[in-house]
């Protein structure tokens, strides 16, 4: 930069010279002393860029030099100096053309070099400004003016460019209607006097109708002061007389005029700035202060917003400053301390902690600028104070929950908008047991476990990317392998415009909790299966089970229970129970007097009911109570006492019978040996004949009693039971029964097939129908019946101990005169009868009821007196299979033998009849009294005896025994077992000894020459 100093002060002109020579070497100084050597420079050379003038010189004033320099047309910047700082001075040298203007104070050498090149780069922007295009509309109403105004501009101002119109309408109708449309010129250059509308008028109307700012130059013939006065006044920005020189003066005025229309405009939207930045700061939350720092401190604004901050008004902080450093924290004073001190930028912000007016603490955060002068003192500071209150708080909340982050047992990760890890928390890196290291920048899909398919995962993206919440229980993967369980919510993330930038997931370990779950689930279904399983016992036990809260009404009950409350219960107008049968609730839910169970009867009924409060409470709410039904329990009972009773009677009398076997057979069979003696005399015949026909007759009473006590022998066959029945009565029936009695048979079925004896049944049916015609006297109807039925596993049978299956029903009834209720207990008991003495030997029905139980069945009888009785006999049926004809059953007589008989039989007087009758056979016969004695005598005499018919039950050794020692031996003769015993207990044990052959004590010769002559001819060994 090449710059002319004019000064004549030598001392000023040195020390400028050096410190620009020291700051700003690229400035070239060239001094001189008096305005004749700056005219004389000017002269000779014009390649300054600048030229410095002092104010005051010796042959005049700077500002003479600055108009020689304007009215010349020099392209050159000037900067005036002075030693004065004098306002009009200074005024003046601007509007002469000067671009800067500087005091000589103490510090001004050091802001010397930024107003230089500040003013030259002023200059220049004018310069830009002057050479561009200057739009000139020109009305004129003479032709000549407005071609020797074009020559002028064309050949001295070539960028004015003329618009020319002749009138002001047309001239007003090319400029813009109002201020909002763009104008298509920068001056306007009105002639005075112009046809129709003068100058003056047409500036009305730019000025007040239309209100358009564009600079307005008048020109005009005649030099009229007062014209000039209404110009200026009506808004023209300058005003020419048409002298000789004047287009000289054209450019000039133009551009003045455009260039203080564009400062005015300039000026204007600073004001507007300024007034627009004023009520910013006036409005502004936050507080807007400039301190004075130098000569003192003292503040020069602050804005309204300290009240609401600080609660103090501006005019109190204006009237003693000191007041805002009062209500700073103690603590926080040595900040603004150390702010005054440094007094540079290197403190940006400061934050305070200051007390507000009624007493609150609060935070402001200062952000301070230093305002420099000339010589880069800081001689003011500027800045804005905050109210950060909030954010603090916020922050403290930040902070808490950046360490609640940091310190939740929960798992938490950060992602970006593509699934990266951005931040996990200290749980996350536990739970999935890897270092941050690991994690960040990776995608979550490194946690995978694949337990889940494709299809999961983008169920969860499709609803994270929607902007919605995904919660749900995923299975993943530690570092170790190990799966674990987790309960995650991942939550989408936005801008403030919406847009979803990253999703946070929050974790949490539910392994431990699911398998607790497991625990509790497989606790739960065991309980609900116990539960369960105790249902369905309560709901299938046979008694009643219920519960009963305080207010009498049935909470649960079982099926037994509501069937047997429908039957019990009496309750009162709300449903509650109050009394059972004849007995009140209150009575039945207290203990009774004896025993456990209250017992109530009601409709021929009875039951037991025991009741028992729930919980350990003195006054309980809910109570247990079981209703047992024991009306067929006790019949029941009644039953088997009746069974054992007859049992015991039984077996009495069979060990009674077996003794008056022995006795019967020794009777009849030497009253049959006596019989066949020669030269026996008839009436000693006749008395043996009676004898014989007497032990006979006893012997079918022992029969009798051995049917009853079921151990008689049977052989049971087969049969037909509708083929008895029929067969009975034909044979024995009609010819035994009086013409009185009608007999009547029904068969419902054609075969009813039985195992059983036919003389065994033929023998019930025949005393039955007997004990039918001693109770119809009179005559009657006796009534045969022959049917099938069968049990249903659940169903209840007729009788007690009866089991599921098919059964073959034998019904009797007569019309006779009925059993008394007290008899019918010991109905089937031997030797009870309600006949007259003489009439009957009370073992019939006995008989019947042994022969029937030893038949595996079972007998029923129902009577009423007046009315008759009925006898139901239930046998066991068979499968299809061949039974016996009754006429097939008659057996023949077998000769006797000559083979050698061993006879063992330990009662003296039995065994020497059967030997007499074996002998009688043709027999030869050996005795011996015991099993013992004859295993001695079978040794000694080798294998001549052919069979040993021995008796069952012996001291020392019995048939069975003696049989088994025979085998042992190596001998093998056959053997004939006989017993005053029923053999249905040892029936099974023979046979499977391989003895085949017994016979029953008593027995006829005819009998046992049949069966001994049977054994013998049989095949094989016994």
């Given at each position: 930069?090449?710059?002319?100093?004019?000064?004549?002060?030598?001392?000023?002109?040195?020390?400028?010279?050096?410190?620009?020579?020291?700051?700003?070497?690229?400035?070239?100084?060239?001094?001189?002393?008096?305005?004749?050597?700056?005219?004389?420079?000017?002269?000779?050379?014009?390649?300054?860029?600048?030229?410095?003038?002092?104010?005051?010189?010796?042959?005049?004033?700077?500002?003479?030099?600055?108009?020689?320099?304007?009215?010349?047309?020099?392209?050159?910047?000037?900067?005036?100096?002075?030693?004065?700082?004098?306002?009009?001075?200074?005024?003046?040298?601007?509007?002469?053309?000067?671009?800067?203007?500087?005091?000589?104070?103490?510090?001004?050498?050091?802001?010397?070099?930024?107003?230089?090149?500040?003013?030259?780069?002023?200059?220049?922007?004018?310069?830009?400004?002057?050479?561009?295009?200057?739009?000139?509309?020109?009305?004129?109403?003479?032709?000549?003016?407005?071609?020797?105004?074009?020559?002028?501009?064309?050949?001295?101002?070539?960028?004015?460019?003329?618009?020319?119109?002749?009138?002001?309408?047309?001239?007003?109708?090319?400029?813009?209607?109002?201020?909002?449309?763009?104008?298509?010129?920068?001056?306007?250059?009105?002639?005075?006097?112009?046809?129709?509308?003068?100058?003056?008028?047409?500036?009305?109307?730019?000025?007040?109708?239309?209100?358009?700012?564009?600079?307005?130059?008048?020109?005009?013939?005649?030099?009229?002061?007062?014209?000039?006065?209404?110009?200026?006044?009506?808004?023209?920005?300058?005003?020419?007389?048409?002298?000789?020189?004047?287009?000289?003066?054209?450019?000039?005025?133009?551009?003045?005029?455009?260039?203080?229309?564009?400062?005015?405009?300039?000026?204007?939207?600073?004001?507007?700035?300024?007034?627009?930045?004023?009520?910013?700061?006036?409005?502004?939350?936050?507080?807007?202060?400039?301190?004075?720092?130098?000569?003192?401190?003292?503040?020069?604004?602050?804005?309204?917003?300290?009240?609401?901050?600080?609660?103090?008004?501006?005019?109190?902080?204006?009237?003693?400053?000191?007041?805002?450093?009062?209500?700073?924290?103690?603590?926080?004073?040595?900040?603004?301390?150390?702010?005054?001190?440094?007094?540079?930028?290197?403190?940006?912000?400061?934050?305070?902690?200051?007390?507000?007016?009624?007493?609150?603490?609060?935070?402001?955060?200062?952000?301070?600028?230093?305002?420099?002068?000339?010589?880069?003192?800081?001689?003011?500071?500027?800045?804005?104070?905050?109210?950060?209150?909030?954010?603090?708080?916020?922050?403290?909340?930040?902070?808490?929950?950046?360490?609640?982050?940091?310190?939740?047992?929960?798992?938490?990760?950060?992602?970006?908008?593509?699934?990266?890890?951005?931040?996990?928390?200290?749980?996350?890196?536990?739970l999935t047991g890897r270092s941050s290291k690991e994690i960040i920048g990776k995608n979550p899909r490194?946690?995978?476990?694949?337990?889940?398919?494709?299809?999961?995962?983008?169920?969860?993206?499709?609803?994270?990317?929607?902007?919605?919440?995904?919660?749900?229980?995923?299975?993943?993967?530690?570092?170790?392998?190990?799966?674990?369980?987790?309960?995650?919510?991942?939550?989408?993330?936005?801008?403030?415009?919406?847009?979803?930038?990253?999703?946070?997931?929050?974790?949490?370990?539910?392994?431990?909790?699911?398998?607790?779950?497991?625990?509790?689930?497989?606790?739960?279904?065991?309980?609900?299966?116990?539960?369960?399983?105790?249902?369905?016992?309560?709901?299938?036990?046979?008694?009643?089970?219920?519960?009963?809260?305080?207010?009498?009404?049935?909470?649960?009950?079982?099926?037994?229970?509501?069937?047997?409350?429908?039957?019990?219960?009496?309750?009162?107008?709300?449903?509650?129970?109050?009394?059972?049968?004849?007995?009140?609730?209150?009575?039945?839910?207290?203990?009774?007097?004896?025993?456990?169970?209250?017992?109530?009867?009601?409709?021929?009924?009875?039951?037991?009911?025991?009741?028992?409060?729930?919980?350990?409470?003195?006054?309980?709410?809910?109570?247990?109570?079981?209703?047992?039904?024991?009306?067929?329990?006790?019949?029941?009972?009644?039953?088997?006492?009746?069974?054992?009773?007859?049992?015991?009677?039984?077996?009495?009398?069979?060990?009674?019978?077996?003794?008056?076997?022995?006795?019967?057979?020794?009777?009849?069979?030497?009253?049959?040996?006596?019989?066949?003696?020669?030269?026996?005399?008839?009436?000693?015949?006749?008395?043996?004949?009676?004898?014989?026909?007497?032990?006979?007759?006893?012997?079918?009473?022992?029969?009798?009693?051995?049917?009853?006590?079921?151990?008689?022998?049977?052989?049971?066959?087969?049969?037909?039971?509708?083929?008895?029945?029929?067969?009975?009565?034909?044979?024995?029936?009609?010819?035994?029964?009086?013409?009185?009695?009608?007999?009547?048979?029904?068969?419902?079925?054609?075969?009813?097939?039985?195992?059983?004896?036919?003389?065994?049944?033929?023998?019930?049916?025949?005393?039955?129908?007997?004990?039918?015609?001693?109770?119809?006297?009179?005559?009657?109807?006796?009534?045969f019946e022959v049917g099938k039925l069968t049990i249903e596993p659940d169903q209840v049978p007729p009788?007690?101990?009866?089991?599921?299956?098919?059964?073959?029903?034998?019904?009797?009834?007569?019309?006779?005169?009925?059993?008394?209720?007290?008899?019918?207990?010991?109905?089937?008991?031997?030797?009870?009868?309600?006949?007259?003495?003489?009439?009957?030997?009370?073992?019939?029905?006995?008989?019947?009821?042994?022969?029937?139980?030893?038949?595996?069945?079972?007998?029923?009888?129902?009577?009423?007196?007046?009315?008759?009785?009925?006898?139901?006999?239930?046998?066991?049926?068979?499968?299809?299979?061949?039974?016996?004809?009754?006429?097939?059953?008659?057996?023949?007589?077998?000769?006797?033998?000559?083979?050698?008989?061993?006879?063992?039989?330990?009662?003296?007087?039995?065994?020497?009849?059967?030997?007499?009758?074996?002998?009688?056979?043709?027999?030869?016969?050996?005795?011996?009294?015991?099993?013992?004695?004859?295993?001695?005598?079978?040794?000694?005499?080798?294998?001549?005896?052919?069979?040993?018919?021995?008796?069952?039950?012996?001291?020392?050794?019995?048939?069975?025994?003696?049989?088994?020692?025979?085998?042992?031996?190596?001998?093998?003769?056959?053997?004939?077992?006989?017993?005053?015993?029923?053999?249905?207990?040892?029936?099974?044990?023979?046979?499977?000894?391989?003895?085949?052959?017994?016979?029953?004590?008593?027995?006829?010769?005819?009998?046992?020459?049949?069966?001994?002559?049977?054994?013998?001819?049989?095949?094989?060994?016994?």
């Amino acid at each position: 930069m090449k710059i002319l100093y004019v000064e004549d002060n030598l001392h000023d002109a040195e020390l400028t010279r050096r410190q620009l020579a020291r700051s700003a070497p690229h400035i070239n100084l060239d001094i001189v002393n008096t305005l004749v050597e700056a005219n004389n420079r000017l002269v000779e050379t014009v390649d300054y860029d600048l030229i410095m003038l002092d104010l005051n010189l010796p042959d005049g004033s700077g500002l003479e030099v600055l108009g020689g320099i304007r009215e010349r047309g020099l392209s050159i910047a000037v900067v005036i100096l002075t030693g004065s700082g004098d306002e009009e001075t200074a005024v003046a040298a601007l509007k002469a053309g000067a671009h800067d203007y500087l005091v000589k104070r103490a510090d001004y050498l050091v802001n010397l070099p930024d107003a230089l090149e500040s003013a030259l780069a002023r200059y220049h922007r004018e310069v830009d400004l002057r050479t561009r295009s200057l739009r000139v509309v020109y009305v004129e109403r003479h032709d000549g003016d407005i071609r020797m105004t074009r020559r002028h501009l064309a050949r001295y101002a070539p960028h004015i460019r003329l618009e020319v119109f002749y009138t002001s309408e047309e001239a007003l109708n090319y400029l813009p209607q109002s201020p909002d449309i763009p104008c298509r010129c920068d001056v306007l250059l009105l002639d005075y006097r112009l046809p129709s509308l003068n100058a003056l008028e047409a500036l009305k109307i730019i000025r007040n109708e239309r209100r358009l700012d564009l600079p307005v130059v008048l020109v005009t013939g005649q030099g009229n002061e007062e014209v000039a006065t209404k110009a200026l006044r009506l808004g023209a920005s300058d005003y020419l007389i048409k002298h000789t020189r004047y287009l000289f003066e054209l450019p000039t005025a133009l551009e003045n005029a455009y260039h203080r229309a564009q400062v005015a405009r300039k000026q204007a939207a600073l004001f507007e700035s300024e007034a627009r930045f004023r009520r910013i700061a006036e409005n502004a939350k936050d507080i807007i202060f400039r301190i004075r720092l130098e000569p003192d401190i003292h503040i020069e604004y602050i804005s309204p917003a300290i009240r609401a901050i600080t609660g103090y008004l501006p005019e109190e902080i204006y009237d003693d400053p000191t007041t805002f450093l009062q209500f700073v924290l103690d603590e926080d004073l040595m900040q603004l301390t150390s702010l005054n001190t440094k007094r540079d930028d290197s403190e940006s912000r400061i934050v305070l902690r200051l007390t507000h007016k009624d007493g609150r603490l609060f935070w402001v955060e200062i952000n301070p600028v230093f305002v420099k002068d000339e010589i880069g003192r800081s001689v003011a500071l500027e800045g804005i104070a905050r109210d950060i209150t909030a954010n603090k708080k916020a922050e403290e909340t930040l902070r808490l929950q950046s360490a609640a982050l940091e310190a939740t047992a929960n798992g938490i990760l950060i992602t970006d908008i593509n699934g990266n890890i951005e931040w996990v928390n200290p749980a996350l890196l536990k739970l999935t047991g890897r270092s941050s290291k690991e994690i960040i920048g990776k995608n979550p899909r490194i946690f995978k476990s694949n337990m889940h398919d494709k299809q999961f995962y983008a169920d969860m993206w499709d609803m994270i990317l929607s902007g919605r919440s995904w919660s749900g229980e995923v299975t993943n993967r530690r570092a170790d392998g190990a799966h674990y369980i987790e309960e995650t919510t991942i939550t989408p993330l936005t801008n403030d415009k919406g847009e979803i930038t990253h999703f946070i997931a929050i974790k949490h370990d539910i392994s431990a909790r699911k398998a607790a779950e497991a625990d509790r689930m497989r606790l739960l279904i065991q309980v609900r299966e116990q539960v369960q399983r105790v249902q369905q016992i309560i709901e299938t036990v046979p008694e009643g089970v219920l519960l009963i809260d305080e207010e009498g009404f049935a909470v649960l009950t079982n099926p037994v229970a509501k069937k047997d409350l429908d039957l019990l219960a009496r309750k009162n107008e709300v449903g509650a129970i109050i009394a059972l049968g004849e007995r009140s609730l209150s009575e039945l839910l207290k203990p009774p007097s004896q025993g456990l169970w209250h017992e109530i009867e009601c409709n021929g009924r009875i039951f037991e009911m025991i009741a028992r409060p729930v919980g350990d409470d003195a006054q309980p709410e809910n109570w247990v109570m079981v209703i047992n039904d024991v009306t067929e329990a006790r019949a029941r009972r009644k039953y088997q006492q009746a069974q054992q009773r007859l049992a015991t009677v039984g077996q009495l009398a069979a060990g009674i019978a077996h003794d008056f076997n022995n006795i019967l057979g020794v009777i009849s069979l030497y009253a049959q040996l006596t019989q066949g003696m020669p030269n026996l005399p008839a009436k000693s015949r006749k008395h043996l004949k009676l004898v014989e026909e007497q032990a006979h007759h006893a012997a079918n009473l022992i029969a009798q009693i051995l049917d009853f006590s079921r151990r008689s022998v049977m052989e049971r066959t087969p049969l037909n039971l509708v083929t008895i029945v029929n067969s009975t009565k034909v044979e024995l029936l009609e010819r035994t029964l009086p013409e009185n009695i009608r007999l009547e048979m029904i068969y419902h079925t054609k075969k009813s097939s039985v195992l059983a004896d036919l003389t065994r049944l033929q023998q019930v049916l025949m005393n039955l129908a007997i004990n039918a015609k001693d109770a119809m006297p009179d005559g009657g109807k006796l009534i045969f019946e022959v049917g099938k039925l069968t049990i249903e596993p659940d169903q209840v049978p007729p009788l007690p101990d009866m089991v599921a299956g098919e059964w073959a029903q034998l019904t009797v009834s007569d019309s006779g005169t009925g059993i008394a209720p007290e008899h019918l207990p010991r109905l089937f008991e031997p030797f009870f009868t309600t006949k007259a003495p003489g009439k009957g030997t009370g073992l019939g029905l006995a008989q019947v009821y042994g022969i029937v139980k030893q038949h595996d069945g079972f007998m029923d009888v129902l009577s009423q007196v007046g009315e008759g009785t009925t006898f139901t006999i239930y046998l066991p049926l068979l499968s299809e299979s061949p039974e016996k004809d009754a006429s097939e059953l008659e057996m023949d007589v077998l000769p006797g033998g000559s083979e050698l008989i061993l006879l063992v039989e330990d009662n003296p007087v039995m065994r020497s009849s059967v030997a007499d009758a074996l002998v009688g056979l043709g027999y030869k016969v050996l005795a011996a009294e015991n099993g013992r004695e004859a295993i001695v005598m079978l040794t000694e005499i080798d294998n001549s005896v052919s069979l040993v018919v021995s008796d069952l039950i012996m001291p020392e050794m019995g048939g069975l025994e003696l049989y088994q020692t025979v085998r042992r031996l190596g001998m093998v003769p056959k053997m004939l077992i006989m017993t005053g015993y029923p053999l249905r207990q040892n029936r099974d044990e023979l046979q499977q000894e391989g003895i085949d052959g017994w016979i029953q004590k008593p027995f006829a010769i005819d009998a046992l020459a049949i069966k001994v002559r049977e054994v013998l001819d049989s095949n094989g060994e016994s």
